[in-house]
């Protein structure tokens, strides 16, 4: 019986978690010294904490706020490689996908890659001062939205109880 030992290997990129790689004639000899057998190697892939792979693709999520979506901004979001710079335009609506082409995971069966895929939501905000609320009350007024009344602070009602 022979004790442990240590081989180097090249992992091929774009291996994905559960495959397994087969190394010939690496494993233990066979029976009455035979041939070496096969050495099977079972791949466990780490969580990225930003990317999830889809196949060759890698998707991200994007949180923006509800003015850079109606405004548009320039931003860079991450990919393999590093900083990916993004142009978010103005009237992006939550759920829009935009798809960064090459920027995904290695194909292990050709060259090409899978793409970067940024998946936007929007965050609206719960909690807001009281010259927000002014301003998009101003905002719906202007666009004819119809919005909930504003909601009076204590001081605005002894204010009016004078007036």
């Known amino acids: 019986m022979v004790g442990p030992s240590t081989i180097e290997i090249q992992i091929p990129a774009g291996i994905a978690d559960g495959q397994q790689l087969r190394l010939s004639g690496r494993g233990p000899a066979g029976p009455r010294g035979g041939a070496p057998g096969d050495l099977y190697v079972a791949i466990q892939v780490d969580p990225h904490p930003a990317l999830e792979r889809n196949g060759d693709d890698l998707v991200q999520q994007l949180q923006i706020s509800m003015t850079q979506a109606a405004l548009g901004f320039e931003t860079q979001v991450e990919s393999l490689e590093g900083p990916e ?3 978010v335009p103005a009237g992006t609506q939550p759920g829009r996908v935009f798809k960064l082409r090459g920027r995904g995971v290695p194909s292990l069966q050709g060259h ?3 793409d970067l895929l940024v998946e936007v ?4 905000p719960d909690k807001l ?3 927000e609320v002014e301003l998009l009350h101003k905002l719906a007024e202007l666009r004819g939205d119809q919005v909930a009344q504003r909601e ?5 009602r002894i204010r009016s109880t004078f007036q």
Request: aromatic content about 6%; charged content about 30%; overall charge positive.
């Open 129 to 131: 001062r009281q010259e």
């Open 112 to 114: 090409r890659r899978g």
């Open 121 to 124: 939501t929007v965050q609206i």
């Open 85 to 87: 710079p993004l142009t």
């Open 152 to 156: 009076e602070g204590l001081f605005s």
